[in-house]
């Protein structure tokens, strides 16, 4: 599954306060002169940001469902992908939570950010955790052979995201190593 920290644009968002607003000013009165006491509607209610809350868009179609929150953030998993995005851009909408973005643009934003810019020989690969599994021996479409110090094995291009420090795969250089080994492409050193 591909995961993406992720901000949405304020442009982009409905915000909370918007679903229930009064055009008077705050602390004005409302209704003319025999409602004088009465003070604007209060504000709509804070999201409700919590695990197991379903997503949706501005539109009403399903994003996905919050998997956790933690440190001001949320991660939703749309089932195909996963994104972390601040509590402060979800709004409470009448039936649940609500972001200002499609499952379907979330999901193309997740693979935008995932897929590697460009797959070079000699890059470092990475597993992802940060650890060394070894470069990049040979580019041939979408087939990426990576040399590690006891073997060689080709991977397909989707087996490659971009992380913080360069290309990342999912195996550790010995997992890596085990699977060139079982698949007959073992090369010592």
């Excluded at 809350?53 to 996905?64: F, P, R």
């Excluded at 021996?137 to 087939?143: K, P, T």
């Amino acid at each position: 599954m591909k995961y993406l920290a992720f901000a949405l644009a304020g442009s982009a968002l409905m915000a909370a306060p918007a679903l229930a607003q009064d055009k008077a000013a705050p602390g004005a009165t409302v209704g003319g002169p025999e409602a004088s006491t009465q003070q604007a509607a209060p504000a709509a209610q804070a999201p409700n940001v919590t695990v197991g809350a379903k997503v949706a868009d501005t539109s009403g179609g399903e994003v996905g469902t919050v998997e956790s929150v933690s440190g001001g953030n949320a991660i939703i998993s749309t089932g195909t992908a996963k994104a972390s995005i601040p509590v402060s851009s979800f709004a409470q909408g009448p039936n649940g939570l609500v972001v200002g973005i499609t499952k379907a643009d979330l999901e193309a934003a997740v693979a935008k950010a995932s897929a590697p810019a460009e797959i070079a020989v000699g890059a470092p690969v990475s597993d992802n955790k940060g650890g060394a599994v070894g470069t990049v021996a040979a580019v041939s479409g979408d087939l990426i052979t990576v040399e590690t110090p006891n073997a060689k094995a080709q991977l397909p291009r989707t087996a490659f995201a971009q992380g913080p420090q360069g290309l990342i795969i999912g195996m550790t250089a010995t997992q890596l190593e085990q699977a060139a080994k079982a698949a007959g492409g073992a090369q010592g050193s």
